[in-house]
Every structure is written in C-alpha cells, then in structure tokens.
C-alpha cells in the first residue's frame, strides 16, 4: 500500500549491477513490485536460466498478473517440489487450480499452505478451502469450515451470507 514511498527505493534496486542469478532475480523481483513486466521477465528469465529457483516464484506471479494461468501453474508445480513450506506458492497454485475447477488439486495445495504456521493470506488461503468444498458439492465440510471462518472473522459480510446459504445445504 506504500507504492509511492516505494519507487524510490526500488528504482535505486534495479540499479544495482551483477550478473549472477540472484542479482538478475532481484532486479526482476523490484520491477514485478514496479508493474514493470516486460523488463521482470528479461531479468528473471536470465535469473532462471542462470538457476535460480526464486526467480521461478516471481516469473509465476507475472504470468498470473498477464492473464496466463496455465504457464502460471506450470511454474508453481515446478517450484512447489522443492519448496513444499512455501505458503504464497501453494496458497497461489490452488487458487489457479479453483480457478480451472481442478477442486481435489486446489484442495490438497490450499491445506498444504494452511498447515503452515503465520502465513499472511490465511483468511484468503480459507476462504478459497471453502469455496473448493462448495464446489465439489461437499456442502457439510464447507458449512463447518464457513463456521470457523465466522467466528474468526465476523467483519466479512459476504462471508456471513453465505453462511447462511450454506446452513439451508
């Protein structure tokens, strides 16, 4: 939320020389952070082919950020098999495969990231468990996750809706 305050110092980021994967990942990673997507992807490709597995994560976000889920999830699953406790890859992997109604894949990913302690997007991260459950017709688990998730986040409105939607299942 802090885009303004923030250019100066990720301007000063895609200064800085190197030529080694991390330097390249770096660049990248400043640039996604810029909107910047056309020069991310010089930096993070040359970041990838130089074998840097974190520059896989940012040049997944870019695809997503273009419109273009399938080459998305392809990186994800290629950087979530090595990196199994990484919550944003897997919350963001089975949020693609919700999106392309793959529910028993999205599920599995999205309790994966959940079974991660402290992850910032957990209220997202259930939301989408739900809506998973919702959509595999399994109206009983997401009528007792949506339970929890009220409780935990009584401010959501929305949520509180379909609460009661789900309660008549």
Do not use: H
Not at 73 to 93: F, P, Q, T
């Amino acid at each position: 939320g802090l885009t303004e305050e923030a250019k100066p110092y990720l301007t000063q980021a895609v200064e800085i020389k190197g030529d080694e994967a991390r330097d390249y990942a770096m660049r990248g990673k400043a640039y996604v952070l810029m909107g910047d997507y056309e020069k991310a992807k010089e930096q993070l490709d040359k970041a990838i082919e130089l074998g840097s597995e974190q520059a896989t994560l940012y040049r997944a976000q870019v695809y997503s950020a273009e419109g273009d889920a399938d080459k998305a999830k392809s990186l994800y699953e290629n950087y979530v098999k090595n990196n199994k406790d990484n919550a944003a890859a897997l919350g963001n992997l089975g949020s693609i495969l919700l999106e392309q109604g793959d529910y028993d894949d999205a599920l599995t990913y999205i309790q994966m990231a959940l079974s991660l302690e402290g992850d910032k997007d957990e209220q997202l991260l259930r939301r989408n468990e739900i809506l998973a459950y919702e959509n595999k017709k399994d109206f009983a688990s997401a009528k007792t996750k949506m339970e929890s998730y009220v409780a935990d986040y009584p401010d959501d409105a929305a949520a509180a809706r379909e609460y009661q939607f789900l309660q008549t299942r």
